[in-house]
């Protein structure tokens, strides 16, 4: 069966070296963006350039209607998904008291409801064929608590009761799931915490005294999509920041 992956939010970052990595390994790959076409342009022709197959679509992730119509068009132009990677996020950090219902629900439409919008949407093939491999991105807040991090973390510890779960009920059919959980990763993402709580987390809270490279967590992705009797598992990428 043709190896098509579908990386949601992989204009920029994890994404991107995730879309990277699978596209130099044979997958033909869906480079899915919200804003930064450029980017995600950029990364289409670098690889077409190495000579993978892939393509762009503008998306928002937490829009089930959007999503359908994407998977709808990756099948008609690379084949069915075959490899769907949940890793499209936001983070906002403020204190519990500051958080806004409309925040609230934008980072979990985005977070969470972008893994069941895309999940569903892949769903259909990948039962017809009694295979298929989904790898959500959680993250170290997923399993642990963080300060100013509450909306975010309750989405990322939903992200891997979903793995879990959906792991569970899915098994029988062939189809895998599984998920990372990064570490602090150099991206944009973090840029917001600034350079000196950066080198600070580096030096006092991980273990390898350094931040993650995105290409660090798609290795990780790629492992997991060829490990073929995992199901259901957290794999932590993080430095030993949670041991
Ligand atoms: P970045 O902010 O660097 O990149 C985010 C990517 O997601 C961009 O490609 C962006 O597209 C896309 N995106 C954002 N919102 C949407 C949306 N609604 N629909 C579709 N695409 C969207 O993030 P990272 O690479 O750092 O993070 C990637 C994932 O890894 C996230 O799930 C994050 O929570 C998780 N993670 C990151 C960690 C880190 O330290 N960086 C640690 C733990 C987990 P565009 O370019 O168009 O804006």
Redesign the pocket.
Do not use: F, H, Q
């Given at each position: 069966m043709k190896k098509v992956a579908l990386v949601?939010?992989?204009?920029?970052?994890?994404?991107?070296a995730i879309a990277e990595i699978l596209a130099e390994n044979g997958w033909s790959v869906c480079i899915?963006?919200?804003?930064?076409?450029d980017?995600?342009e950029e990364l289409a022709e670098k690889l077409r350039s190495k000579g993978c197959e892939v393509m762009t679509y503008?998306?928002?992730?937490?829009d089930a209607d959007g999503v359908k119509a994407m998977v709808r068009e990756v099948e008609k132009r690379l084949g069915y998904v075959t490899l769907l990677v949940?890793?499209?996020?936001?983070?906002k950090q403020q204190q519990f008291q500051d958080i806004t219902a409309d925040v609230w629900k934008r980072v979990f439409e985005?977070?969470l409801g972008?893994c069941f919008n895309c999940t569903q949407a892949v769903m259909p093939n990948m039962l017809h064929e009694h295979a298929g491999c989904i790898i959500n991105?959680?993250?170290?807040?997923g399993s642990h608590g963080a300060s100013c991090e509450v909306t975010?973390s309750s989405t990322?510890h939903a992200i891997i009761g979903l793995t879990r779960s959906l792991a569970a009920e899915l098994a029988p059919t062939g189809i895998r799931v599984n998920c990372v959980?990064?570490?602090?990763?150099?991206?944009?993402?973090?840029q917001v915490l600034g350079q000196e709580t950066l080198d600070m987390l580096a030096r006092e809270s991980i273990p390898l005294g350094r931040?993650?490279t995105?290409r660090e967590?798609a290795e990780s992705v790629l492992y997991l999509a060829g490990a073929t009797y995992t199901t259901g598992q957290v794999l932590g990428v993080d430095g030993g920041f949670i041991i």
């Open positions: 949601t939010g992989s204009s920029r970052g994890i994404g991107a899915n963006y919200i804003e930064r076409e980017k995600a503008r998306c928002d992730v937490a949940n890793n499209a996020g936001i983070a985005v977070n972008g991105i959680s993250s170290i807040w975010y990322k959980a990064p570490g602090v990763i150099d991206t944009d993402m973090v931040l993650g995105p967590i």
